[in-house]
Every structure is written in C-alpha cells, then in structure tokens.
C-alpha cells in the first residue's frame, strides 16, 4: 500500500516562501510521477504541478509557473514544491498524489492527507 505524508503547511505573509514536503512509504518511489494539487475553501482540488519520475520533466498551472518549483530526492523518497513570492490566493490545502507509475492521471489513485497553507496579505 502506498503512503503519502505531507509537511511544510504554516501562515506566511504575502510575498514570502514556503518549503513543503511528501514523503512516500510502501512502493517504488523512484519509478513514480508525483503531482502536487490544492484545493481553496469551497473549490475543486486543482492541479498545481508535476514531477516526472527521474526528476527531469516539470510541469506547472499557469498560476503558479515561475513562482513554484518542484524537485524530488528518489534516495528520500520525496518530493518537494518550493513556493516563492506567495500571494493570498494561494491560500488552500497542498496535497501530493500519485498513480504509482510512470504517468499521472487528472485523478491519482493515491493521495496524502495534506497540508495547510495559509498566505495572509
């Protein structure tokens, strides 16, 4: 079964940077695409990125291109997504998810509980 733990959530200013983590546990991390969602109070989860699994394709929403920037380390098997100049609509619980394979659906089988972030302006 695979595990996926989110960390990193917290309040930041506007402007300011937050650094969240996933941790994946019970597969083959280092052979999975891991994608990044959130979901905003009273909306959908939206896609906020993707990571392929040697780490060398990124994908990103428009919204958050330039400004979020995923990495992974295979020998901690996790993925990161640092977020830089946040801005109040960024506001939402973070989630990481997976298919556990090498693609990535619009719906990952496999998802973390998540984590908070809060950007006040």
């Known amino acids: 079964q695979v595990q996926l733990v989110e960390s990193g959530g917290g309040l930041v200013q506007a402007g300011g940077s937050l650094r969240l983590s996933c941790t994946v546990s019970g597969g083959t991390f280092s052979s999975y695409t891991m994608a990044w969602f959130r979901r905003a109070p009273g909306k959908e989860h939206d896609f906020v990125g993707s990571i392929s699994w040697r780490g060398r394709s990124t994908h990103y929403a428009d919204s958050v291109q330039g400004r979020f920037t995923i990495s992974r380390d295979n020998a901690k098997n996790t993925v990161y997504l640092q977020m830089n100049s946040l801005k109040p609509e960024d506001t939402a619980v973070y989630y990481c998810?997976?298919?556990?394979?090498?693609?990535?659906?619009?719906?990952?089988?496999?998802w973390g509980p998540g984590t908070q972030v809060t950007v006040s302006s």
């Open positions: 998810a997976t298919d556990a394979g090498v693609a990535i659906t619009t719906t990952p089988t496999y």
